[in-house]
């Protein structure tokens, strides 16, 4: 149910990322005076700069300024686009306070006709659980909108909606700090939690403000309400005074073993997923069935090819030393590890226990060779080269039959690719490559 009153309210939205085109087209439709704030408009696609110019929508270029704020009530960041470095430039109204800073899918959440929501987050293994869900929930014959963090803005849906789209019967989200820092409202009818650890420490201050933003996905629920968290995280209710009826994972699950997905971790995503959509009537066999006909999302664990015996899985999307190591303990073969790029925080002398049951050599490429050879080139061979090119080109010659060639980088990609989707598409043409030649 509607909330928000915006008509002729004065909104910016930051960013022109897909969630911020969403954005600015939904609350344009609703009566807002919206303007966007894109550092390069450049770089827009063609049909949306032109949508704003139809719709006189003001862009305002370059690096965001206070002045580009004046007047306004309300603003929408993309999610890259820290509340830290807004606030400050945001000026004092008359009513002495601030304009609210409010994450797109908190926006999009205010729209909604009271459809229930299942909502993911953690550290890691978000997108292949809300995929999971969603694949369990569609198995039963359910409609389902699957969206958040995984690539769908919620502000889509709920355009979808307006202009006669059927409403679903479930939403899933996957749920991002970043986007729960920025979410007041938001009352998922199931929560789920899979796991905190270092992560995006360059855009929160510390653990405890990243932390305190994944809880939030906690915050609005009642004892109506069901709360899924991993055992490891079992002093957490108490300490956020969470109100809804928490269950947790069991360590060492395997629910669903008939699967083309790589590692115990998985078996303890089809857990949570299974947990949160029998809440909605899926039976374990429907489940089963969804876990069976499951495809490996790309980036996580992916099956690229075997050649001369060797396994080559791309791992992009591990971006964090807590990533690498349950991506090293999917693991039953043993492994010539490519890893390398923008350093995020972490604990890398951890890793040295998995490295030394599963690594047989690691081929470091780009920038970060200072955090890793020195705390690993005592236990395993280390080498470095400047591309992911050429370290691949060394661990294919290093690997040996029964081998795997594991792209698991644990750092952002940010040295040399633009996102870990190009990181791990780069991965995947010179592996197809490889074999085609």
Excluded at 45 to 55: I, N
Excluded at 232 to 246: C, D, F, I, T, W
Aim: proline share 5%; with cysteine; hydrophobic share 45%.
């Amino acid at each position: 149910m509607n909330t928000l009153h915006l008509s002729h309210r004065s909104v910016a939205v930051i960013g022109a990322g897909r969630s911020g085109r969403a954005a600015v087209r939904l609350l344009q439709e609703l009566g807002a005076n919206v303007r966007l704030l894109e550092k390069k408009p450049e770089q827009m696609p063609v049909e949306f700069s032109a949508w704003l110019s139809e719709h006189r929508v003001p862009v305002f270029g370059g690096e965001h300024l206070p002045e580009y704020f004046e007047g306004v009530e309300l603003v929408i960041p993309s999610p890259a686009a820290a509340k830290a470095l807004i606030e400050p430039m945001l000026p004092v109204q008359e009513n002495g306070r601030k304009a609210e800073i409010m994450a797109e899918t908190e926006l999009a959440w205010r729209l909604l006709e009271n459809e229930p929501v299942i909502g993911i987050t953690g550290t890691s293994g978000k997108t292949t659980t809300t995929s999971l869900t969603a694949a369990m929930l569609q198995a039963h014959g359910l409609r389902v909108f699957t969206g958040g963090n995984i690539g769908v803005p919620l502000s889509e849906y709920v355009l979808a909606r307006r202009h006669g789209e059927a409403r679903a019967d479930v939403i899933v989200l996957e749920l991002s700090s970043f986007q729960l820092q920025t979410c007041s409202t938001l009352h998922p009818r199931v929560g789920i939690l899979l796991n905190i650890s270092e992560n995006h420490l360059d855009f929160h201050k510390d653990m405890k403000e990243y932390t305190d933003a994944k809880m939030r996905i906690f915050a609005r629920q009642t004892e109506r309400d069901v709360a899924i968290l991993a055992p490891s995280l079992a002093r957490l209710p108490e300490e956020y005074g969470m109100k809804a009826r928490v269950e947790f994972l069991t360590e060492g699950a395997r629910p669903f073993p008939d699967t083309r997905l790589i590692g115990a971790h998985n078996q303890s995503n089809a857990e949570a997923a299974f947990m949160a959509a029998s809440l909605f009537d899926v039976t374990r066999e429907e489940a089963a069935r969804a876990m069976r006909e499951f495809a490996p999302i790309a980036h996580r664990l992916e099956h690229i090819a075997d050649m001369d015996g060797v396994q080559y899985v791309n791992d992009s999307k591990c971006t964090t030393i807590e990533a690498l190591k349950v991506a090293l303990a999917a693991f039953d073969r043993p492994v010539i590890l490519l890893a390398g790029g923008k350093f995020k925080g972490g604990d890398v002398e951890g890793v040295r226990d998995l490295l030394k049951a599963h690594v047989r050599a690691v081929a470091l490429y780009g920038a970060s060779r200072e955090h890793f050879e020195p705390a690993w080139k005592d236990t395993v061979p280390v080498t470095w080269d400047a591309t992911m090119d050429e370290a691949l080109a060394r661990a294919r010659a290093l690997a040996k039959p029964g081998d795997a060639v594991l792209l698991a980088p644990a750092t952002s990609s940010y040295d040399q690719f633009k996102n870990y989707i190009e990181r791990g598409n780069h991965f995947r043409a010179l592996v197809t490559t490889m074999r085609n030649a």
